[in-house]
């Protein structure tokens, strides 16, 4: 398994660019519905053929934690001095999440511009995508592991079903848990 995926993607179609809109009449009232552009279908259909391949080519695993969530790291490569990488990600991020190969949905990505230059010649997108070390509302897997090896002793803990653990693993902050400790913690009977 391979623990980042490299990628380049040529720059996609903008947020203003991204999406149309067009007026239709339902129910004898009018209404504004959106679609996709032919540039942003043109760019999505290319990239994810791309993605699935270097997917494959670099023995990248999709991780199946909906709460597991990645850095994407990007240096941007603009042919214009003029352009704005906060209006690249949409269009790019859908496309990664159509292949169903590199993450769940795009919620899970954590992107972060590591520079901005200028290229006429090769306009492009340099990704570089890899799992972040914190895992739910701790600081890594070790912190974890201590955490629950506490839980397993907790009358709540009821083989993992605990809510508390649960949100925990899933990023939610509590204020039953306070620096890594649960004030809700009580013994289990069978303990005592």
């Given at each position: 398994m391979?623990?980042?995926?490299?990628?380049?993607?040529?720059?996609?179609?903008?947020?203003?660019?991204?999406?149309?809109?067009?007026?239709?009449?339902?129910?004898?009232?009018?209404?504004?519905?959106?679609?996709?552009?032919?540039?942003?279908?043109?760019?999505?259909?290319?990239?994810?053929?791309?993605?699935?391949?270097?997917?494959?080519?670099?023995?990248?695993?999709?991780?199946?934690?909906?709460?597991?969530?990645?850095?994407?790291?990007?240096?941007?490569?603009?042919?214009?001095?003029?352009?704005?990488?906060?209006?690249?990600?949409?269009?790019?991020?859908?496309?990664?999440?159509?292949?169903?190969?590199?993450?769940?949905?795009d919620?899970?990505?954590?992107?972060?511009?590591?520079?901005?230059?200028?290229?006429?010649?090769?306009?492009?997108?340099?990704?570089?995508?890899?799992?972040?070390?914190?895992?739910?509302?701790?600081?890594?897997?070790?912190?974890?592991?201590?955490?629950?090896?506490?839980?397993?002793?907790?009358?709540?803990?009821?083989?993992?079903?605990?809510?508390?653990l649960?949100?925990?693993?899933?990023?939610?902050?509590?204020?039953?848990?306070?620096?890594g400790?649960?004030?809700?913690?009580?013994?289990?009977?069978?303990?005592?």
């Amino acid at each position: 398994m391979s623990k980042e995926l490299k990628l380049i993607s040529p720059i996609p179609p903008s947020v203003n660019h991204y999406l149309g809109w067009r007026a239709i009449i339902k129910n004898k009232k009018p209404l504004v519905v959106s679609y996709e552009t032919g540039d942003a279908k043109k760019y999505k259909k290319e990239f994810i053929k791309y993605v699935k391949q270097q997917v494959k080519e670099q023995n990248w695993i999709m991780s199946d934690n909906k709460f597991q969530h990645y850095y994407v790291d990007a240096v941007f490569y603009f042919p214009r001095i003029d352009m704005d990488c906060n209006n690249c990600w949409k269009c790019m991020f859908d496309a990664i999440t159509d292949t169903c190969m590199v993450w769940i949905d795009d919620n899970q990505a954590c992107e972060r511009v590591q520079g901005i230059y200028y290229d006429t010649k090769n306009p492009r997108i340099e990704l570089t995508i890899h799992k972040v070390d914190y895992i739910g509302i701790f600081k890594n897997n070790t912190r974890l592991e201590e955490f629950e090896s506490n839980c397993v002793q907790c009358n709540r803990y009821r083989d993992g079903k605990c809510n508390l653990l649960i949100k925990s693993k899933e990023g939610r902050i509590q204020e039953e848990i306070s620096e890594g400790v649960c004030k809700k913690y009580k013994e289990s009977k069978e303990r005592q």
